[in-house]
C-alpha cells in the first residue's frame, strides 16, 4: 500500500494520467534510433572510413549544431559564425604551439576564447533584428578574418601550421590515428549531449518561446534579450570548441576557417539536414562534407553542385532531409 | 491601498510631427474592467502600447500602484504585475497547448536561465497549467500543439496563459477582434468570468462587448479624451455620437 501511494505523486504517472499522444511515444522511439545509430557509427566509423575524414565530419557536424542552436532555437540568423569557429582554431593552435599547453587545455583555451568573443559580438549585435542582425553578425566576423590576416602570430596567409597534438592527459599519444579519434569522438558526443541538454532545459523552452513570438516572451515578464546572448554565448562557444577540435587534428588553423563562406557553409549544412532539428545539422554537414570529398575530382564546380543542392532543398523540402523525415514519420522532434 | 491601480498624467506621444496621443489623463479604478474605445486613428492602440510600456511616451507620466512605471521596460511591468494581450492572437504556435500556459508559470520558480537541467523538472507545473486551461476550457486540448486550435480558441489560449502570471492588471488588445459571433460570445463570458481579483483594461471596437462588460468608458477622438463614463452615460453623450457612433451607426448595427 505504502508503495502505491509513493507511485501516485510520481511525476511521470502524472503525464500518463493526462494522456500522453501517441506521436510522442513514437517520437521517443525514433529519437532512440537515431542516437543509436550515432553511437554505433562513432564507434565503427574508423574501421570503415579514412579517420581523418571522419575527424573533419564530426567537427563540422558539432559546428552546424552549435549553429542550429541560434538559428532553429531562438530563431537568430548569425551571419558570422566563422569568426568564433576559426577565430577558437587560432586561438587554440596558438595555446598548444607556442605556450606548450596539453590537447585538453588548449582546446579549452579555444572554446573561451569563443565565449567571450560570442558575448562581444553578441552584445552589439542582439540591439537588432532580422537581416540587421545578420549584418552586424558579418560586419564583425570580418574584423576578426582581418586580424586573423594580419596580426603576427596567426601565419598570414599560409595558416598557423605546425600545431602539435600532444599527449593526451599526459600519456595517450594522439599521434596515433585512433587515439585521437575516439578523442574526437568523445568531445563530439559530449558537445552535442551539451546541446541536446539546453534544448531541452527550462531556458531552452523559453528560447523556443523567444523563437515563435518574442513580442509575448516580452510581456510574460523575460527579459528576452539576456536570453538571446546567453544563447550566442552558448553556441559561440560550442563552435569555439568545433574549431578547436578541428585545429588539433589536422595541426593546422587556416584562413578558410575564418573565411565568411565558412559561414555560409554552416548555414548550408545546418538547413540541409534541417533546422530546429536535433540531428538535422549533423545529417546536413555529414552530406556536405561528403560531397566536397566525393567531388574534390571536379574542382570548383563542387560550389556549383552545391549551390544547386541548396537550391533543390529550399524549393523541394524547406525542412531539411531530418525535418521532412519527421514530418513523413509524423513526429514533431527528431 | 490606493483606489486607483493605474493612472496616466499629460500622457503625450508624437511621431515625428503627428500627435498621437495629446495630453490624456486617465484613472484606472482597482477592481473594474475599464473600455478605451474610439472611431479609428483615435489613438487607441498608441495609449495601449504607452500603458503596456511598449513605445515611450513623449511626455507625461505613468503610475502603477502610485510608482511611477513610466520609465520602465516591458518585462519590468510584467514582473509587477502588469501584463498584456496582443490584437493578432499572441500564442507560441509550435508548442502545445500546455507549454504555452507553462511559460507563464515557469517564471516563478527562477530556473529560466539554467541551460543546464532537465525541463522534465518542468512537469511539476502540468497540474497548475491544466488548471487554468480548465478555466477557460481547453483542458482537452492540453497536448495539441496551439497553431492547431481555431482562432476563438487561440484567444482563449492567450488568456489562459496570461492568467498563469495571475497579473493584478491585465491589458487586452482588442480581444474579440476578428472573430465571429460565436467566439465573440465565448471570450466576453471568459473575461468576464475571469475579472474576479484583478483589473482589467481593454481597447474595443465591439460596442456591445464593451456594453456587457465594462463599467467605466473612456472615448478617444483624434489623442484626446472626448468622454468617460458608464456606457449608459457616454453612449447618449452628443459629442461622441457625433464623434463615434454617429459616423459608424450601421457598424454598430452589425456588432450589437
Known sequence: ?334 | MNDTILEARNLTKNFGGFVAVNGVDLRIKRGSIHAIIGPNGAGKTTMFNLLTKFITPSSGKILFNDTDITNKKPAEIANMGVVRSFQISAVFPHLTVLENVRLALQRGLGVSYHFWRSKAMLHNLDAQAMAQLERVGLADYAQLRAVELPYGRKRALEIATTLGLEPELMLLDEPTQGMGTEDVGTVTDLIGRVREGRTIVMVEHNLGVVAHLADTITVLARGEVLAEGPYEVVSKNPQVMEAYMGVSAEEQEETV
Not at chain 1, 574508423?46 to 531562438?74: D, E, H, K, R, S
Open chain 1, 1 to 334: 500500500m505504502q508503495e502505491m501511494s509513493n507511485t501516485t505523486t510520481d511525476i511521470g504517472e502524472f503525464e500518463e494520467n493526462t494522456g500522453e499522444p501517441e506521436h510522442r511515444t513514437r517520437s521517443r522511439i525514433w529519437q532512440g534510433i537515431f542516437w543509436v545509430a550515432l553511437i554505433g557509427f562513432l564507434l565503427i566509423a574508423p574501421a570503415l572510413l579514412y579517420p581523418v575524414f571522419v575527424m573533419q565530419l564530426l567537427c563540422f557536424a558539432l559546428f552546424a549544431a552549435a549553429f542550429n542552436l541560434l538559428i532553429g532555437f531562438t530563431g537568430l540568423l548569425s551571419f558570422g559564425h566563422a569568426a568564433f569557429f576559426g577565430g577558437a582554431a587560432y586561438i587554440a593552435g596558438h595555446a598548444l604551439k607556442v605556450w606548450g599547453f596539453p590537447p585538453l587545455l588548449g582546446i579549452a583555451t579555444g572554446t573561451l576564447f569563443a565565449a567571450a568573443l560570442g558575448w562581444a559580438v553578441g552584445s552589439l549585435a542582439i540591439r537588432r533584428q532580422g537581416i540587421y542582425f545578420a549584418m552586424i553578425t558579418l560586419a564583425l566576423a570580418q574584423i576578426v578574418y582581418f586580424l586573423v590576416l594580419q596580426l603576427p602570430f596567426t601565419g598570414g596567409e599560409d595558416g598557423l601550421q605546425g600545431i602539435p597534438r600532444g599527449h593526451l592527459l599526459g600519456f595517450i599519444d594522439l599521434n596515433q590515428p585512433l587515439a585521437m579519434y575516439y578523442t574526437v569522438a568523445a568531445i563530439f558526443l559530449i558537445g552535442f549531449l551539451v546541446i541536446y541538454r539546453i534544448i531541452h532545459s527550462p531556458f531552452g523552452q523559453v528560447l523556443l518561446a523567444i523563437r515563435e513570438n518574442e513580442p509575448r516572451a516580452l510581456s510574460l515578464g523575460y527579459n528576452v534579450d539576456r536570453f538571446k546572448l546567453l544563447a550566442f554565448v552558448l553556441s559561440a562557444a560550442l563552435a569555439g570548441l568545433a574549431g578547436s577540435t578541428k585545429a588539433l587534428v589536422f595541426q593546422f588553423a587556416s584562413l578558410t576557417d575564418a573565411h565568411w563562406q565558412m559561414s555560409g557553409e554552416v548555414i548550408l549544412m545546418t538547413l540541409l539536414g534541417g533546422m530546429g532539428t536535433i540531428f538535422g545539422p549533423v545529417v546536413g554537414a555529414f552530406v556536405v562534407v561528403a560531397l566536397q570529398h566525393a567531388l574534390s575530382g571536379i574542382g570548383s564546380w563542387v560550389q556549383v553542385v552545391i549551390g544547386g543542392t541548396f537550391i533543390a532543398c529550399v524549393l523541394l523540402f524547406r525542412r531539411g532531409i531530418v525535418g521532412e523525415l519527421a514530418r513523413l514519420l509524423k513526429i514533431n522532434s527528431l
